[in-house]
């Protein structure tokens, strides 16, 4: 299975995101989409992940030459357009809303 995702800047104050999985020949097997318009007025965020790897990076604004280092680089491009943006750390407790969320099945 190949899970391929991305977001990015739409134009209009809209982002979009997006995710597809793939079998072991590349057939598209689901694929979702989701934008999030900026003029609902989402602003002073506070991003919380259990994710504490992830969480570091951008926290540390660096870059380093790694595939990693541009996913972190695409984050803090998104989240400029929320600016100001706080990146927390939370425990997989913290987050379990978010957890299962990302474990729902669509009702076909």
């Known amino acids: 299975m ?3 995702c991305d977001a990015g800047f739409l134009g209009d104050g809209v982002v979009g995101l997006g995710v597809v999985f793939r079998d072991e020949v590349g ?3 689901d694929a979702a989409v989701k934008q ?3 003029g609902m007025g989402f602003e002073n965020l506070e991003v919380e992940s259990d994710c504490l790897r992830v969480i570091r990076h951008l ?3 660096c870059s380093f030459n790694s595939s990693f280092s541009l996913v972190i680089s ?3 491009e998104i989240a400029f357009l ?3 943006v ?3 750390h939370v ?3 913290g987050n379990n809303v978010a957890h299962i969320l990302a474990k729902v099945q669509p009702i076909e």
């Open 36 to 38: 999030v318009a900026l």
């Open 91 to 93: 425990k997989r407790s």
């Open 86 to 88: 706080v990146w927390s």
């Open 74 to 76: 695409d984050i803090h």
């Open 27 to 29: 057939d598209v097997l």
């Open 59 to 61: 926290k540390k604004h």
């Open 2 to 4: 190949k899970v391929n």
């Open 82 to 84: 929320f600016s100001p």
